[in-house]
C-alpha cells in the first residue's frame, strides 16, 4: 500500500489549518516541520504535548519529524550540537514517531570524513531513544548529489534515506540517473517537481520523472507532499533562496490542495486505487 503524508505547514500556519488541510485531502499523516512559523525544533516540551493531543483528537499522526538537524554549517560546535539531536528526538518520542529527517551539512563539500563521523554519531545518539534518522538530499549540503549520497550509505551505519527529485534537479542532476541509483534504496520520499526552467511544479508537471518514481514503487511506500507551490510562513528559516513558481495559487491551502490532487492522479494512472486509507494496486 501506498501512503501519503504531508508538509501540511505549506497549506496553513496554524495547527487547525493544517489538520483541515490533511483531513479535506484525506491524508492521515503529517511531516511536522513547524507549527505558527515556529520551527519543531524550537518546541518546549509542553507545546510538543499540547499538538500531540490536538494532532491526536484530529485523526492525524505524526509519520516524521521534519527537522532541520544537519542543515548547518560542518564546523559547528558538535558536542552542544548533539544537545540539539536528543531534544528533537526527544519530541519525536513524545509524538509517536520514530522517524527524524536531518542533512549533511553546508560547506562539507571537503570535509567527508568528519560528515561521515557526525552522522554516524547523531544516528548512535537517535537510536537510544528509540529514534532513526533519515538523511535528505538538498543543494549545499554534502549530500546534495547523488554519488556523495551513496558515500554517506556506505560510510553510515543506522541511517535511512529520503529521496527529492526537485533537490536533484536544482543541483544538475538528471532525474533518470538519479532514480536508477536511489529508487531501490530509499525509505520513503518527498514529492516536489521543478520544471526545465527552475519552477516549483505539481507533481507530474516538471523534469522530476515523478510518474516514473510511481511507477517503480513496490511494497508498502510512504510519499510526503512537500511541493513549495506558495510561500509559506517559515519557509525564509528553512531556505535562503527566492522561491519561482510556475502557477499562482491564491492561499496555501489552495496549492496544498493542487499538490494533493496531482500526486493522486500519477497514483491513478499507475494503477493505484485509494483506499482504507491509502492507495493500493489493483
Not at 35 to 48: A, M, Q, Y
Not at 58 to 79: D, R
Not at 169 to 174: D, I, K, Y
Request: aromatic share 10%.
Amino acid at each position: 500500500m501506498i501512503v501519503l503524508s504531508g508538509f501540511s505547514d505549506e497549506a496553513s500556519s496554524d495547527l487547525k489549518g493544517q489538520i483541515e488541510a490533511l483531513r479535506r485531502n484525506h491524508i492521515d499523516y503529517m511531516e511536522l516541520r513547524s507549527i505558527g512559523g515556529k520551527n519543531v525544533s524550537e518546541f518546549s516540551e509542553s507545546e510538543c504535548k499540547s499538538y500531540g493531543k490536538e494532532l491526536s483528537d484530529g485523526g492525524i499522526k505524526v509519520w516524521a519529524i521534519g527537522s532541520p538537524l544537519g542543515k548547518t554549517e560542518i564546523s559547528v560546535n558538535f558536542v552542544g550540537y548533539l544537545e540539539t539531536v536528543k531534544r528533537v528526538c526527544g519530541m519525536a518520542n513524545i509524538l509517536g514517531t520514530d522517524k527524524v529527517r536531518v542533512f549533511s551539512f553546508f560547506n562539507a563539500y571537503e570535509e567527508k570524513e568528519r560528515v561521515f563521523e557526525y552522522l554516524n554519531e547523531m544516528a548512535e545518539t537517535a537510536d537510544r531513544f528509540g529514534v532513526t534518522l533519515y538523511h535528505e538530499n538538498e543543494k549545499e549540503i554534502y549530500g546534495d548529489r547523488s554519488e556523495r549520497v551513496l558515500e554517506i550509505m556506505k560510510n553510515v551505519k543506522k541511517l535511512k534515506y529520503v529521496y527529492d527529485p526537485a533537490n536533484y534537479l536544482q543541483v544538475g542532476e538528471e532525474a533518470d540517473k538519479t532514480l536508477l541509483l536511489l529508487h531501490k534504496k530509499t525509505d520513503y520520499f518527498h514529492i516536489k517537481d521543478l520544471s526545465a526552467t527552475g519552477e516549483l511544479v505539481p507533481a507530474g508537471c516538471g523534469e522530476g520523472k515523478i510518474d516514473k518514481l510511481v511507477e517503480m514503487l513496490t511494497g508498502d511506500k510512504v510519499l510526503t507532499l512537500e511541493p513549495h507551490l506558495r510561500v509559506f510562513e517559515g519557509y525564509a528559516g528553512i531556505d535562503g533562496t527566492r522561491m519561482r513558481h510556475r502557477y499562482v495559487y491564491k492561499s496555501g491551502d489552495e496549492a496544498f490542495d493542487a499538490a494533493a490532487e496531482a500526486l493522486k492522479g500519477l497514483l491513478v494512472k499507475a494503477g493505484y486505487r485509494e483506499k482504507n486509507g491509502g492507495f493500493e494496486r489493483e
